[in-house]
């Protein structure tokens, strides 16, 4: 594929001298000329391996991630399958977190490349959840005080201060600003206003937001996040904190040797894909009785010993008084896709099938086309591959998830009578 044209800096793409090129997830990969310096960043990143070929040419192939990733030289995308376009991308990712999440909440727009389209998304969800104040709430604090403030920590007061009345080991509660939520929201702003050739609008826009959490302790680089809870307390920061969320485990930006900046956005779209159905399923088959359970563990072997046996883990599993009764599978890549093996797919949901001792599994492949069922032969096990067009509209897809859930729980209800 020929390198994308450099777009003007005030779009949010490449500045002029830089080289924009873009891959499908799938292809078999292009031929170009690197420096070391930029072969090296592009093998880092995890997005796409860089094979030098002599002559300062090297071939890049895609590894089965996507995203994009940028130097002051070059920057490389590489977008799904099918082009599903930033907004249904930043859809699945977002959704996969948490069922609260919904299209409208993103501010992507399909023109748009994928550092413009976090960026415009985080300042916008941003401005929503602090447009009536920062999100106050208790942390607990351990301290060292002359007075008694809270409880007395007596364990840690005693190995301390043997014999010492003061300063007192104490615990309290405090109504701050400090606590999780903000800490995570400063954190993502910090992050994306890191990115080389942000808009400026848009950079200015995350410089005041983030202006509003100065008060908050700002996390070390590398730190884990920390925990928070959805609560009505704090609705209104969910989708800002499940995007926050997705650019600080999937993000960096840098500045390397000479200050040159550098960043990168990698997501594997296979695990993607997986958690979206897995959390769109749990929630369409809650109105059915039972549970779905996610990546359900099951043996598949009896032995002596128990590293010996065989085990299965499928993506998802309904339960229905202690049962199994219906079992899933997602596959990103459909039979038709590069690398993608029908027959593997089948073979793995037989074994789901037996191990669980459940009539009928589920094959929910990313992609269009319509529903199969395949009878297995000599069993009485039934594999229905289920496609779920990820082209589609948001609503249009969770409707079809919908679909599979009310589909699926039918079947439950008719091997159940024929039972």
């Given at each position: 594929?020929?390198?994308?044209?450099?777009?003007?800096?005030?779009?949010?793409?490449?500045?002029?001298?830089?080289?924009?090129?873009?891959?499908?997830?799938?292809?078999?990969?292009?031929v170009e000329r690197l420096d070391p310096a930029s072969a090296a960043f592009l093998n880092s990143s995890g997005l796409v391996k860089a094979s030098p070929m002599g002559m300062g040419l090297y071939r890049i192939e895609p590894v089965g991630k996507v995203g994009s990733v940028r130097t002051a030289t070059i920057q490389l995308d590489v977008r799904p399958k099918d082009r599903l376009g930033l907004s249904r991308l930043l859809f699945l990712l977002s959704y996969a977190g948490n069922q609260g999440f919904r299209a409208d909440s993103v501010a992507a727009v399909e023109d748009r490349e994928l550092w413009s389209a976090l960026a415009e998304s985080l300042a916008q969800l941003a401005e929503r959840a602090l447009g009536r104040g920062v999100l106050q709430g208790y942390r607990t604090v351990d301290e060292s005080?002359?007075?008694?403030?809270?409880?007395?920590?007596?364990?840690?007061?005693?190995?301390?201060?043997?014999?010492?009345?003061?300063?007192?080991?104490?615990?309290?509660?405090e109504f701050t600003e400090d606590i999780a939520e903000n800490r995570i929201l400063?954190?993502?702003?910090?992050?994306?206003?890191?990115?080389?050739r942000v808009?400026?609008?848009?950079?200015?826009?995350?410089?005041?937001?983030?202006?509003?959490?100065?008060?908050?302790?700002?996390?070390?680089a590398g730190a884990p996040l920390p925990p928070w809870t959805p609560s009505r307390m704090n609705v209104r920061y969910h989708s800002v904190l499940r995007l926050a969320g997705l650019i600080l485990r999937n993000a960096s930006a840098e500045a390397g040797e000479g200050k040159q900046q550098t960043a990168s956005f990698v997501v594997d779209m296979a695990q993607v894909f997986e958690d979206f159905v897995g959390a769109a399923l749990r929630e369409a088959m809650a109105a059915y009785p039972g549970e779905t359970r996610l990546q359900y563990n099951a043996l598949l072997s009896e032995a002596v010993r128990d590293a010996d046996r065989l085990s299965v883990r499928p993506d998802a599993v309904h339960v229905l008084d202690g049962r199994p009764v219906v079992v899933y599978n997602a596959k990103y890549k459909a039979a038709a896709d590069l690398g993608a093996s029908l027959t593997a797919d089948h073979y793995q949901m037989l074994a789901h099938c037996t191990a669980l001792g459940v009539p009928t599994a589920w094959l929910v492949y990313a992609g269009a086309g319509e529903m199969k069922l395949r009878r297995i032969l000599n069993t009485d096990i039934d594999?229905?591959?289920?496609?779920?067009?990820?082209?589609?509209?948001?609503?249009?897809?969770?409707?079809?998830?919908?679909?599979?859930?009310?589909?699926?729980?039918?079947?439950?209800?008719?091997?159940?009578?024929?039972?």
């Open positions: 594929m020929p390198p994308k044209p450099p777009q003007a800096p005030a779009h949010g793409g490449p500045v002029t001298g830089s080289r924009h090129l873009v891959l499908d997830e799938l292809s078999g990969g292009v005080l002359r007075t008694v403030k809270g409880r007395i920590r007596i364990s840690d007061q005693i190995s301390r201060r043997p014999g010492m009345l003061v300063p007192l080991e104490v615990s309290y509660d400063r954190a993502a702003l910090e992050r994306m206003g890191q990115v080389p808009r400026p609008e848009v950079l200015s826009r995350l410089r005041q937001l983030k202006g509003k959490l100065d008060a908050v302790t700002r996390l070390p594999i229905v591959e289920f496609p779920l067009d990820l082209s589609l509209p948001p609503s249009d897809i969770l409707a079809a998830v919908a679909e599979l859930a009310r589909q699926s729980w039918g079947e439950v209800l008719r091997t159940s009578a024929a039972g």
